[in-house]
């Protein structure tokens, strides 16, 4: 429950601290007072916007305080425990805002984002505002309130995601069904392209050898007469040839080298010489004994490179590039082929997402249906104790269009009301007055708060229009709340505020400069003065402090 309240330079506050008890708490003063500055303070510590009309005229920041003792709520200190924030039994929220509209949140001194406030503030805080009956108009609060009192809010967020799973997963297999006919072509087209590169069967190395085969057999009667030629320049020719020349040479040297030993080098320079041309003469002679033109071979060759370039042509690449393009086309088409393997997986999980949707939907109806009729019954008894007393509730559940993924489950939920008997049950809009709505929204406010696991329960001036009889019930009806855990209620009349716990009074100071509001916790004797003023007005009777007085002592 909220234990302490500290806040500072927050609209007309300067500095205001409260210590907090439980049970039922009511805060009243006269009007423009500020009675609600101090439940919006609380509700910008717990994440609701903030903006630089927070900050009090004249200083440069509002600075806002709550304590809780979160003992008796084990989804706080679990969501704590995640996050490495806890301590202990108490956790302490604080927003500062500045005068340019800029906010920081902190949870337990640690920085914090906007959303983490509002996220561990709904486990802390349950607020009912006087605008609330305008909301109970949409079917989208009435689907809200019943989850909310069938105890299925977890389910319904499952349901919610398991719809989104369902579109999502729907959504990505249509897109692969139109993609279909693009994806046959190509697979198609990658098939043939492959099975032309198969039947080419390019081997490595085989495109240099080929075109080197091909060059030698275009110019083979050119190779042979040259290397003819070459021979017998070297060795057969009748005008004298390099053999003989070196033979010659060496003969005139070997005279020479009895005679002078410096001529020796020489001479096995020629020896070598003619060592190395009679090797290249028979090295000649092998290659022509083995090499003939083969026009027949020379077709063969011609006809396979023209096959390689006209299918490099086609691809508009290299000859030298196919083997890599083969390899890219395969890589590409057992990449198609994963993405129908893929496509039938998709199909596969989206029919498993429908059926896990249908059956957390299903028990998500089931709940719902046990639960409207709980909380029809309850609604149209408190109801008819708030001052209509041949009002009827009616929570219908119509359901959805078959075979859709509502993320809101497999029915919409509407409130109908009767309000006299014998009159059949249409929507809140066409029937209720803004009196009886006002009465209806807190029937049900009651009714759904009573099944609240947030233990601090907070009503802003939820009984306008009330009076009367009536208001002295709202008034036990909300200290019966009260005695469940917390609650904090601001009020206008007497007979709720005579049934607190506690009570607080809010004033206003005024000076030539300034103007500050002030909040006061009332003993017996302050409570007994606020209550007789609530009855009787700013002049006090004996009448009104006797009312007063009846009042408290009847609790």
Sequence with gaps: MLMHLAVNNYAIVDHLELELNGGMTVVTGETGAGKSIMLDALALTLGDRADSGAVRPGADKADL???????????????????DLASEDQVILRRVVTAEG????????????QQDLKAL???????????????????????????????????ARQVQLAAQRCRQTEQALQQASQDGDEYTSRVQLLT????????????????????????????????????????NLCSESDSGSVLQALTASLQRLNGLTTHNRNLDEANSLLASAQIQVEEAVGELTRYLDHFEADPERQQQIEERLGVIYDLARKHRINPDELPALQQRLIDELEGLQQRGADTEKL?????????????????????????????????????????????????????????????????????????NRGQPAKPLAKVASGGELSRISLGIQVVTAQTSRVP?????????????????????????????????????????????????????????T??????????????????????????????????ARKLISAI
């Design 65 to 83: 305080l709550a304590t809780f003792d979160i003992s008796d709520i084990p989804e706080a200190r679990e969501w704590l425990d995640e996050r």
């Design 102 to 113: 800029r906010s920081r949140g902190y949870i337990n001194g640690s920085p914090c984002p």
């Design 121 to 155: 503030g709904e486990m802390l805080i349950d607020i009912h505002s006087q605008h609330e009956h305008q909301s109970l108009l949409k079917p989208d609060t009435h689907r809200r309130l019943l989850d909310a009192f069938a105890g299925a809010g977890e389910l």
């Design 192 to 231: 043939y392209q492959l099975e032309e590169l198969d039947n080419l069967s390019l081997q490595d190395g085989e495109l240099e050898q080929l075109e080197d085969d091909q060059r030698q057999l275009a110019n083979a009667e050119h190779i042979t007469q040259s290397c003819q030629q070459v021979i």
């Design 347 to 419: 199909a596969e999980e989206l029919e498993a997402y429908r059926a896990h949707y249908r059956e957390l939907a299903g028990d998500l109806s089931e709940q719902r249906r046990e639960a409207s009729a709980r909380l029809s019954e309850a609604v149209t008894d408190e109801i008819q104790q708030l001052g209509m007393p041949g009002g009827n509730i009616v929570v219908q559940l119509s359901p959805t269009k078959p075979g859709s993924y509502a993320p809101t489950g497999m029915e919409t939920v509407e409130f109908l009301v009767s309000a």
């Design 456 to 512: 601090t329960l907070v009503f802003d001036e939820v009984d306008v229009g009330i009076g009367g009889p009536t208001a002295e019930i709202v008034g036990r009806l909300l200290r019966q709340l009260g005695a469940r855990g917390q609650v904090l209620t601001v009020t206008h009349l007497p007979q709720v505020a005579a049934q607190g716990h506690q009570h607080l009074f809010v004033r206003k100071e005024q000076s030539e």
């Design 514 to 547: 300034s103007t500050r509001t002030r909040i006061d916790q009332l003993d017996e004797a302050g409570r007994v003065h606020e209550v007789a003023r609530m009855l009787g007005g700013i002049d006090l009777t004996e009448e009104s402090l006797a009312h």
